[in-house]
């Protein structure tokens, strides 16, 4: 089965958010993505709303919904208050949840789900109950993907920076290697299994070959990186090829 690509437009507000000025249009970049053949649309937005505006989440939610009501809107970002308001507002078919800190630069870890086991719980079966899908953010650590289902989650996305940002080849096997395991973990648990950052075009190939199970990839950084070569929508096929060539439709567990 192919893989979903979800193009993170994160990198593309934080460009426009330089100026005080309307472009790139971060809509307008959603857009042609989608055209391109993405599956879906990623969101992180923060506090300080450094990059993804919360007026940005309502505009591309309504341009997808008008457009593209077969893709998918995945809001990720740590659950507090306005978080939680923000996507029972919005209705996006997934909500990944991140344990950022405000001073993070960008996500850099997974959830301690064993210590956040009650707040968690609660958080997922809230939003489920909007009748959105679930994902938790997880070190590539395969004890994590039976805590995630514990606390009530549809899938884990596996933070692959480790093994993206590796400096040798053995390191970056040893890294491959704890991504796999603990996509494997997941399908034995029976959660789904999505995958994120510092995803490439050269290291995106083994982890789509060694993962079968793997549903979603969700690339911003190195897709914004590869568009200023390509384009959106030359970089946007690449990825897809790699992923497996055509545009899936995101859904299910």
């Given amino acids: 089965m192919p893989v979903c690509l979800s193009a993170n437009v994160n990198a593309i507000a934080m460009l426009r958010n330089r100026r005080d000025l309307p472009w790139p249009s971060v809509v307008g970049m959603s857009r042609l993505a989608l ?29 997808m919904a008008a457009e593209y009501p077969d893709r998918e809107f995945n809001i990720e970002g740590n659950p507090d208050a306005r ?29 301690d789900i064993a210590n956040h086991r009650n707040f968690l719980s609660d958080i ?17 650590e395969p004890e994590t993907a039976s805590l995630a289902g514990e606390v009530g989650a549809d899938r884990i996305e596996i933070y692959t920076g480790p093994y993206g940002g590796a400096d040798t080849a053995e390191t970056q096997r040893r890294e491959l290697d704890l991504v796999l395991a603990t996509g494997r973990a997941a399908d034995a648990a029976g ?21 079968p199970n793997l549903q979603e990839v969700s690339i911003g950084h190195c897709l914004t990186a590869d568009a200023l070569i390509y384009g959106i929508e030359g970089a946007v096929t690449r990825y897809r090829d790699v992923c497996g060539g055509r545009t899936p439709a995101l859904g299910g567990q």
């Fill in 35 to 63: 055209a391109a053949g993405a599956a879906g649309i990623t969101v992180h937005p923060r506090p300080d709303e450094r990059h993804i505006r919360m007026s940005d989440v309502t505009e591309i939610a309504d341009m």
């Fill in 83 to 111: 978080f939680i308001q923000l996507v029972e507002r919005i209705q996006p078919q997934q909500v990944t949840l991140v344990p950022d800190d405000i001073r993070q630069v960008t996500s850099d870890h997974g959830w």
């Fill in 124 to 140: 997922i079966s809230r939003i489920k109950d909007g009748g959105m899908r679930v994902a938790v953010f997880v070190n590539p």
């Fill in 191 to 211: 959660i789904g299994v999505n995958a994120g950052h510092d995803l490439t075009l050269a290291n995106l190939p083994p982890l789509v070959a060694g993962l």
